[in-house]
């Protein structure tokens, strides 16, 4: 079985490809290169092979040479199934509608966003996002939530939805770089990823205040990128020595130390999903505050791996983390609880199984 991977989630596709080959044969195309550092040294070169991805904007000289290439791949290759990992702004249209319209592949497109979040919004990528659904022979989301609202939302028919859980994405390039002196600061909360107002952080800075009040020792760590963050610099006037603000790319090494130092992860969201924070967090051993939103919940045994609390109550979020924090022995066992199910409930053979029956359904459809 050939399998061609398109996105931009490398070290996603680079684990589903090893996890795939575990099971079956599969040599895979992967269109991410350069690929990052930390990266390469999963990279099977026995079944994967690279290919640059498109540079913005769309229309940069280069891009048409690497559509070239591209094009030229896939065609000597002749895969059997190409999957479609799709998720932010990603430059596939063109490759998309080659490989759909012209040579008639079978896509198979996993959404790792069903919808494009607040403050990302365009008409093209609205256009891109109808046309991919509509054409995609089989689409993956992550959670029965998601499922359900792409069904609904879109009018999509149930039989080419189906729902497959996230798995330990990202989990293996942050925990290689555990430092083994690294020590837990019980007094740490972590807000990790980028920042764009689905996120959340509005509730996690409102929250603070009474978190503090209770424990007045307690920092928020909020570590990531995204969009203007002078809003949130104005939220924190006058406390902003209760937060620790690393507001700049946050690299791999970094990221690795945030987690292991802190005593819980939140997930504020408004809107969203899915969650790789919550994965990560996991794979660290820490319990996670999440918001019921998408399908975060649908990860999150509530009381057991974290809490769960509603979006946009910086209250109920401010007493499950607070609850976390005074409670040393319930963070532990959360956190070993967290571990447990990232191992088990959402290990790579459950993702293998369900995305091997779907490719060979769309090889050989079946009545």
Request: glycine share 6%; net charge positive; with cysteine.
């Amino acid at each position: 079985m050939k399998i061609a991977f398109l996105g931009s989630f490398p070290d996603y596709q680079i684990q589903l490809a090893n996890a795939l080959a575990e099971n079956i044969e599969v040599t895979s195309i992967l269109m991410a290169s350069p690929l990052p550092e930390e990266f390469t040294g999963h990279l099977n070169k026995k079944i994967i092979s690279c290919l640059p991805r498109f540079k913005s904007p769309l229309f940069n000289p280069i891009n048409f040479l690497t559509f070239a290439k591209r094009l030229g791949t896939i065609s000597q290759f002749k895969p059997d199934v190409i999957h479609l990992q799709l998720g932010g702004k990603v430059l596939v249209l063109p490759t998309f509608v080659y490989c759909k319209i012209i040579k008639r592949y079978p896509i198979v497109t996993t959404f790792h966003d069903i919808k494009i979040h607040q403050g990302e919004e365009s008409r093209s990528a609205e256009f891109m996002l109808y046309f991919i659904r509509k054409y995609s022979s089989q689409i993956f989301v992550h959670g029965n939530k998601m499922r359900e609202q792409i069904i609904k939302t879109y009018h999509l028919p149930g039989e080419k939805v189906h729902s497959i859980q996230f798995a330990e994405h990202g989990v293996t390039t942050f925990v290689q770089l555990k430092n083994k002196k690294m020590r837990c600061n019980d007094n740490l909360v972590l807000f990790f990823g980028r920042i764009y107002q689905y996120k959340g952080l509005e509730y996690l800075i409102k929250a603070e205040p009474l978190i503090t009040k209770e424990l007045p020792n307690v920092k928020i760590v909020i570590a990531g990128i995204g969009e203007n963050f002078k809003k949130y610099e104005d939220m924190m006037a006058n406390r902003r020595d209760n937060f620790i603000v690393h507001n700049y790319y946050i690299s791999n090494h970094e990221a690795a130390e945030l987690f292991q130092k802190c005593a819980l992860v939140v997930v504020p969201y408004i809107e969203a999903s899915q969650s790789g924070v919550t994965i990560t967090a996991y794979g660290f051993k820490k319990p996670v505050v999440v918001t019921n939103v998408g399908s975060l919940s649908e990860i999150v045994d509530d009381g057991e791996t974290g809490f769960i609390v509603p979006p946009r109550d910086a209250k109920a979020l401010a007493d499950a983390i607070i609850k976390l924090l005074k409670n040393n022995d319930l963070r532990k066992m959360m956190g070993e609880n967290a571990y447990k199910k990232l191992k088990q409930e959402l290990s790579w053979d459950n993702v293998v199984s369900k995305t091997v029956e779907v490719y060979r359904n769309v090889i050989s459809p079946t009545d």
